[in-house]
């Protein structure tokens, strides 16, 4: 098992910028793939950002070029630079990390407002 918390939240105007961070206890040894998810009001939760244990990040296009996902496997935790925020970036953002495609484990959500 794998517990997840996400910090980093907050309210923040058009164009700032938010860096989220998870941090990630139990058996992570196992961990492979990490990645942040997001889920807006009236919405499904959606995919924002992977990153596989030792390879290149992949990126949802509506935040390519102003997020970075990054991973520290020695202090495992998990970051999302967010830059240039806009308004449709606003949702809870959830980190999730798997053993395998089969199971997954997820942590309980960050709030992201952006607004003016």
């Known amino acids: 098992q794998v517990h997840l918390v996400e910090s980093g939240g907050g309210l923040v105007q058009p164009g700032e910028s938010l860096t989220l961070s998870c941090a990630a206890s139990?058996?992570?040894?196992?961990?492979?793939?990490m990645g942040w998810y997001r889920q807006a009001p009236g919405k499904q939760r959606e995919l924002v950002a992977l990153i596989p244990p030792n390879g290149k990040p992949d990126y949802t296009d509506s935040v390519k070029g102003r997020f970075t996902i990054s991973r520290d496997n020695a202090k495992n935790t998990l970051n999302l630079q967010m830059n240039s925020l806009e308004t449709e970036d606003t949702a809870i953002y959830y980190c999730?990390?798997?053993?395998?495609?089969?199971?997954?484990?997820w942590g309980r959500g960050t709030q992201v407002t952006v607004s003016s």
């Open positions: 139990g058996d992570v040894s196992r961990i492979s793939v």
């Open positions: 999730k990390a798997e053993y395998s495609a089969y199971v997954g484990f």
